[in-house]
């Protein structure tokens, strides 16, 4: 049992053969349901050019579930710095902190969110990739741009996102809370936690290390069935492997018909070996370990299965089985 707070990371995954706009419809039951279920914050990720995953904006998508919910937090997990001008991501999350009482985080991140190089220039208005120096320089300008241009209280809650040692770094020196992308390089995650832990520097939005961990949870009654769940995601996984960006969402029966190499199931073994999937026996023990080795101050999670009520369900079960309850005294 765990007793670090618990959140959740919305990728909005498209199912084959349904139109995008029943994922938006999707994410709004979500919203909702996070929100009852009492977990403390819910960020959108920023994705583009994908069959699979829906490009949604994550400012527009968190200011319709603040319009929706009672109490979670919501933002970026993460808006993508450099597809934006600074002075932009300051007025946009500026405004929904101001209209929506304290309850807006933006996380900042620095991929392109694309896997297609037509893509990634034309958000970047024809630039390349951009460079250590440039992301620096457009992190600490968005983070000036609300303290000098919007001039509205109270301020979203910024946050560094990170796969790497050296976005780590960059936490660190600027001295923001940084969210850990375990889901994606789990391989990376303590070195660049103790790197951020040891070169952390205080700063107004942060006083000391705050350490956020993403999970890839997939909970349901039973190994097997959780089992079942995370086969589409593990289709996507191994396309990724050999570089196919643009792989559909399938279905788990489509799923459950695909023949993985000797090679690419011992992968998908070693990722899950750093993630959370089964019962919900299976998923306390997993949780439990990530928030022992890591030292997470809160664990994000992100469940990215195929069908709207097994998403929901695994995020009842873990609020069920997993966290521990708060003690009473008499």
Same mark, same amino acid.
């Given at each position: 049992?765990?007793?670090?707070?618990?959140?959740?990371?919305?990728?909005?995954?498209?199912?084959?053969?349904?139109?995008?706009? =029943?994922?938006?419809?999707?994410?709004?039951?979500?919203?909702?349901?996070? =929100?009852?279920?009492?977990?403390?914050?819910?960020?959108?990720?920023?994705?583009?050019?994908?069959?699979?995953?829906?490009?949604?904006?994550?400012?527009?998508?968190?200011?319709?579930?603040?319009?929706?919910?009672?109490?979670?937090?919501?933002?970026?997990?993460?808006?993508?710095?450099?597809?934006?001008?600074?002075?932009?991501?300051? /007025?946009?999350?500026?405004?929904?902190?101001?209209?929506?009482?304290?309850?807006? =985080?933006?996380?900042?991140?620095?991929?392109?969110?694309?896997?297609?190089?037509?893509?990634?220039?034309?958000?970047?208005?024809?630039?390349?990739?951009?460079? =250590?120096? /440039?992301?620096?320089?457009?992190?600490?300008?968005?983070?000036?741009?609300?303290?000098?241009?919007?001039?509205?209280?109270?301020?979203?809650?910024?946050?560094?996102?990170?796969?790497?040692?050296?976005?780590?770094?960059?936490?660190?020196?600027? !001295?923001?809370?940084?969210?850990?992308?375990?889901?994606?390089?789990?391989?990376?995650?303590?070195?660049?936690?103790?790197?951020?832990?040891?070169?952390?520097?205080?700063?107004?939005?942060?006083?000391?290390?705050?350490?956020?961990?993403?999970?890839?949870?997939?909970?349901?009654?039973?190994?097997?069935?959780?089992?079942?769940?995370?086969?589409?995601?593990?289709?996507?996984?191994?396309?990724?492997?050999?570089?196919? !960006?643009?792989?559909?969402?399938?279905?788990?029966?489509?799923?459950?018909?695909?023949?993985?190499?000797?090679?690419?199931?011992?992968?998908?073994?070693?990722?899950?070996?750093?993630?959370?999937?089964?019962?919900? /026996?299976?998923?306390?023990?997993?949780?439990?370990?990530?928030?022992?080795?890591?030292?997470?101050?809160?664990?994000?999670?992100?469940?990215?299965?195929?069908?709207?009520?097994?998403?929901?369900?695994?995020?009842?079960?873990?609020?069920?089985?997993?966290?521990?309850?708060?003690?009473?005294?008499?």
């Amino acid at each position: 049992m765990i007793t670090v707070p618990l959140s959740a990371l919305e990728v909005a995954m498209v199912q084959t053969g349904t139109p995008a706009e =029943d994922t938006l419809g999707d994410t709004t039951e979500f919203a909702r349901r996070v =929100d009852d279920l009492g977990y403390l914050r819910l960020w959108y990720a920023e994705h583009h050019h994908s069959p699979a995953i829906g490009a949604f904006p994550p400012v527009v998508l968190a200011a319709h579930a603040a319009a929706l919910t009672a109490s979670i937090r919501l933002g970026s997990g993460g808006v993508l710095a450099p597809n934006h001008a600074p002075i932009m991501l300051a /007025e946009q999350f500026g405004t929904l902190a101001a209209l929506h009482g304290g309850r807006i =985080d933006l996380g900042i991140g620095r991929g392109p969110g694309t896997f297609d190089e037509a893509t990634a220039r034309a958000l970047r208005r024809g630039a390349g990739p951009t460079t =250590d120096d /440039e992301y620096r320089d457009n992190v600490s300008s968005t983070l000036r741009f609300l303290v000098d241009e919007v001039g509205l209280d109270p301020l979203p809650e910024p946050w560094l996102l990170s796969s790497s040692t050296a976005g780590a770094a960059l936490a660190a020196e600027l !001295g923001l809370p940084i969210a850990f992308a375990h889901h994606i390089r789990p391989d990376n995650t303590l070195a660049a936690l103790a790197h951020y832990r040891e070169h952390f520097t205080p700063s107004r939005w942060c006083a000391s290390p705050r350490v956020l961990v993403c999970v890839e949870t997939v909970c349901a009654e039973t190994d097997e069935e959780a089992a079942r769940l995370v086969g589409p995601m593990d289709v996507i996984k191994v396309g990724l492997l050999k570089g196919q !960006g643009g792989i559909p969402f399938p279905t788990p029966e489509a799923a459950a018909a695909h023949s993985f190499t000797a090679e690419e199931s011992k992968a998908l073994a070693g990722f899950r070996a750093h993630q959370a999937q089964g019962s919900p /026996e299976t998923v306390a023990k997993q949780l439990t370990e990530v928030v022992d080795l890591t030292g997470a101050d809160e664990l994000m999670l992100v469940t990215p299965v195929y069908a709207l009520a097994d998403r929901l369900r695994s995020y009842e079960l873990v609020k069920e089985h997993v966290v521990m309850p708060p003690t009473t005294t008499a």
